[in-house]
């Protein structure tokens, strides 16, 4: 048999298989995909609800964005309860938004405790709840986000590596004590210090996400301790006052700064190229917002029931350093497009 009839033989047995016959073939061309009409009908008209720590920062600007641009193609809702740094304005939220029943709520949490309940009696209403970046104590559907031990872990490994042949003086400036992002941070960093008995931690405070007090902070550990060698710092938004604090002593390039965030061009490589931060741990927001939208799109196009999945996607973190600083972050205006 010639080439040319097996491939004709084989198209027409491919027909009969699928229950078609070559004449329907030809009538219509191709086959239709027989999954996507269900993915599309899961979908429509289907709510989503963003309960941010607060808007106006890199990180939330851009999980909405990103958010926004995957989910509304699809004819989903999306919507944005902004509490606005008020724990209790959020709760109220949730609160709210169990009543009126989404199909999910991506959640970012001020601390470890609050939503924990809320969370628990969403999924018990059939609603999803996916965290973002800092989560509760409760375990939902799923949670996309850095993890924190290994955030302080790669911070403090860097600021200790700084520190050789110096004075072997650090300060950590956490954020707010109850989160999971300065809680499960600092665990991480106390991980390595525990291994380098050299390394004196002269100041251990938290700004609770404040820039203004990450500052006063630092300007006062400085004043105390002018040979201080390295900062641990919770957050680069907040870590621009920590980093205003070290220039202001005239100790840029002497005393190393380490930070995280969501690699915004601005918040991270910018302050990174200026020499305010000499390490940022970007937790890239762009994929973790592309990352959370795939989990949407699955939990609800898969059957599954609140409650019944629970699962977690730690982000994968990139080391922002003068090295690649031309290169490693996105910006939020082209997010946004």
């Keep these: 048999m010639r080439l040319t ?34 993915f599309k009908e899961a979908l429509a008209g289907k709510a989503v609800a963003f309960v941010p720590v607060a808007m106006n920062i890199d990180l939330t600007e851009g999980w909405f964005a990103g958010l926004k641009k995957e989910l509304e193609p699809l004819g989903m809702k999306f919507e944005l309860r902004d509490p ?61 986000g850095a993890n924190w031990i290994s955030v302080g872990e790669q911070e403090t490994e860097a600021v200790v590596k700084a520190c050789q042949g110096k004075s072997n ?33 002269v100041s251990s405070q938290a700004a609770d996400w404040d820039a203004a007090k990450a500052k006063a902070i630092t300007q006062t550990v400085l004043k105390q301790n002018p040979d201080l060698c390295g900062v641990i710092g919770f957050w680069d938004g907040m870590d621009i006052g920590t980093a205003a604090a070290v220039k202001e002593a005239g100790l840029t390039g002497k005393v190393f700064v380490a930070t995280s965030g969501g690699g915004e061009q601005k918040a991270a490589c910018d302050l990174v190229k200026s ?30 029931k609140p409650g019944d999945t629970k699962g977690l996607a730690y982000s994968t973190l990139v080391h922002v350093t003068k090295d690649n600083a031309d290169k490693a972050c996105w910006k939020l205006s082209d997010l946004k497009q």
């Excluded at 084989?10 to 329907?24: C, E, N, P, S």
């Excluded at 999971?180 to 390394?199: D, T």
């Design 169 to 201: 003086k650090i300060a950590i400036v956490q954020g707010a004590l109850s989160a999971a992002a300065s809680a499960y941070q600092l665990r991480g960093v106390y991980n390595v210090l525990a291994k380098h008995p050299e390394i004196k931690v």
């Design 275 to 304: 020499g305010d931060f000499d390490l940022d741990l970007s937790y890239d927001v762009p994929t973790q917002a592309k990352q959370i939208a795939a989990l949407i799109k699955y939990l609800l196009s898969s059957g599954t």
């Design 84 to 144: 606005n740094w008020n724990t209790n304005a959020g709760a109220q939220a949730v609160t709210s938004l169990i009543s009126e029943k989404p199909a999910v709520i991506v959640a970012h949490n001020p601390d470890v405790q609050t939503y924990a309940k809320l969370f628990q009696r969403a999924e018990k209403e059939g609603i999803f709840i996916i965290q973002v970046n800092m989560g509760s104590a409760y375990r939902s559907a799923g949670l996309v």
């Design 5 to 38: 009839d097996a491939i004709k033989a084989g198209a027409i047995a491919l027909g009969f298989l699928a229950g078609v016959t070559a004449d329907a073939l030809a009538e219509e061309p191709g086959l239709d995909e027989p999954f996507q009409k269900g």
